[in-house]
């Protein structure tokens, strides 16, 4: 692994719900077009940090944060910036898909209508591209207008991929975006993630492991709001510098 | 025995279901075949198409167009301008107020304001008329009904709204979409069958309250031909002719109630029909 080019970046950031602090001066570098995962135990942080990413924090009720989070250099936080742009710029894999109350073909567009990326005669065509970049174009090119709550919660999330590559983001954020789905459906969405690394910087959230070990290029280790240790992959993986890493890699907690 | 008395439990629980149902469906029969029975020998094409000629309410000549027109214009006129309040405060509620201590006080007066009878909106309307110096008119009517409607379609909105999944912003939020967007384009979208079945509910409320029109939209028997004059209504129409001592014309009474009845039976299915067609796409 060559020199790492940070494309987002949290300097000295401490995120609070209410009086309990979830994160606690996390600094870390997130490397363009890779896939960077987000690994630790339960509770210590990692959906809390992907949420400040985008700004998400801001919509919990009783949540404060401190510090930066810098794109390309500029903090994302300061007042200057336009919250609706930032979260154009990267495309959000929930837990669990959640299409919108709409069909099929107005799912995928309607980022499109609302930043208006394309002329309405290129719609279908886009619509058609970034499905088939989510490899679920197949599967539902005769039923484009169905409402997307009748697809399968794997083919949901695909559209869900679709839908958020549709605002043309540079960055895919995905929490745990695979954890609801079944082995093949989540084979699915890995594969298009791999793929899709040589064009945009992915940051996910993983419980499991083994799906870190096949992801991951970069690996940031969390521990009760903290982080412990990041780095390329094939180094933590396999020559871990802290001992709590070590545990938690093999299994300990 | 465990067993036993859940079974004994369950079958009490269903003899109960099947009362209450049997009971319903029995007032529901009874309202029915009293309306019909006493309605359906006077209903004529004249009863629909006509207006009161003289002497109709001695027996003679004539239809109730004029009541029927009428209920229309004040039902769809207060439904429309409740609508233009409801919905915005409803959504104020809970995108703007969301669990604030305002929040519940706007909640508390809505359910005041319905639990409030229509006779107290009627004299409400009628002394706000008499302090602006306007006459019995489809325009008082209107905006009388449209308070009475506002505070049920509110609630009823707002509690679509309330049940509304947080993921469902959140997944526009995370497009990039802006506060309204997310509103009017995707929140909408979703609560539209909830929204449809809001209005027609107050709807139906509006259309069959005889108090709150008694004296702000009066009587007459004329087709109202603009805002400022007097509208008859279906339910004054059923009061005054009941009210007669002539066994024809208290027939008439029965049938303008079947008419009333036949429109809001109209609307409530089809209420049902439209909120079927439109929650295909929403997400359960
Ligand atoms: N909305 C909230 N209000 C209060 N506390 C919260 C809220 N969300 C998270 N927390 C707390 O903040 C800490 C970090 O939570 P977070 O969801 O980021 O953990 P996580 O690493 O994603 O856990 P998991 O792997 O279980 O999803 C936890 O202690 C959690 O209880
Ligand atoms: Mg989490």
């Known amino acids: 692994m060559s020199e790492i080019i940070p494309h987002l970046e949290t300097q000295n950031l401490n995120a609070y719900y209410g009086s309990t602090q979830a994160l606690e001066d996390v600094s870390i570098v997130i490397p363009r077009n890779q896939i960077t995962m987000i690994i630790g135990p339960s509770g210590c942080g990692k959906t809390t940090l992907l949420k400040c990413l985008n700004r998400f924090i801001e919509l919990e009720e009783n949540a404060r944060i401190e510090g930066k989070v810098l794109l390309d250099g500029e903090n994302i936080y300061s007042p200057s910036v336009d919250v609706t742009e930032v979260r154009k710029k990267s495309g959000l894999l929930a837990q669990r898909p959640y299409p919108l109350p709409m069909s099929i073909f107005d799912n995928v567009a309607y980022g499109i209508r609302i930043h208006r990326l394309h002329s309405r005669g290129q719609l279908h065509q886009a619509v058609q591209h970034y499905l088939q970049v989510a490899g679920l174009w197949e599967e539902v090119k005769d039923r484009l207008h169905a409402p997307a709550s009748q697809l399968s919660i794997g083919q949901q999330q695909r559209l869900c991929l679709a839908r958020g590559l549709a605002v043309e983001p540079e960055i895919i954020l995905g929490d745990e975006p695979t954890s609801a789905l079944d082995p093949i459906s989540a084979q699915h969405i890995e594969k298009r993630l791999i793929e899709l690394k040589q064009r945009y910087t992915i940051v996910l959230v993983s419980h499991i492991l083994r799906q870190a070990r096949r992801l991951a290029d970069y690996v940031i280790f969390m521990y009760m709001g903290r982080v412990v240790e990041a780095g390329p992959a094939h180094q933590v993986f396999n020559n871990p510098q802290h001992e709590r890493t070590r545990a938690y890699l093999s299994g300990e907690f | ?284």
């Not at chain 2, 006080?105 to 319905?114: A, K, M, P, T």
């Not at chain 2, 679509?160 to 506060?179: E, H, K, Q």
């Not at chain 2, 087709?223 to 209504?233: D, G, R, T, W």
């Not at chain 2, 109630?257 to 039976?265: D, G, N, Q, R």
Request: hydrophobic share 55%; proline share 5%.
């Open chain 2, 1 to 284: 025995m465990r067993w036993k008395w859940q079974q004994l439990e369950e079958k009490i629980v269903q003899l109960f279901m099947l009362l209450s149902f049997a009971l319903i469906l029995f007032c529901l029969l009874l309202i029915l075949y009293t309306i019909v029975a006493k309605g359906l020998p006077s209903l004529s094409w004249a009863m629909i198409s006509q207006t009161p000629k003289g002497g109709f309410y001695l027996g003679k000549e004539g239809g109730i167009l004029n009541a029927i027109i009428g209920s229309l214009y004040l039902a769809l006129g207060g439904t429309l301008i409740a609508l233009l309040f409801a919905f915005p405060l409803a959504l104020l509620l809970n995108i703007y107020l969301s669990q604030s201590l305002w929040a519940d006080l706007v909640r508390l007066s809505l359910d005041i304001l319905w639990g409030i009878p229509s006779i107290v909106y009627g004299a409400f309307g009628f002394t706000v008329m008499i302090f602006l110096g306007w006459r019995a008119s489809l325009l008082g009517g209107i905006l009388t009904l449209a308070l009475l409607e506002f505070p049920i379609m509110a609630r009823a909105m707002d509690e679509v709204i309330r049940r509304l999944p947080p993921d469902l912003p959140r997944a526009a939020y995370a497009l990039g979409s802006t506060n309204l967007e997310t509103a009017f384009f995707v929140v909408t979208r979703q609560i539209l069958p909830g929204l449809a079945t809001a209005a027609l509910l107050a709807f139906g409320r509006g259309i069959g309250d005889a108090a709150s029109v008694l004296f702000t939209a009066g009587y007459t028997d004329r087709i109202p031909n603009s805002l400022f004059s007097p509208a008859a209504s279906l339910p004054l129409a059923v009061f005054f002719q009941l009210g007669t001592p002539f066994p024809e014309v208290q027939q008439r009474a029965y049938s303008a109630a079947l008419i009333l009845t036949i429109i809001v039976l109209g609307i409530s299915l089809s209420s049902r029909w439209l909120a079927h067609y439109l929650d295909r796409f929403s997400i359960h």
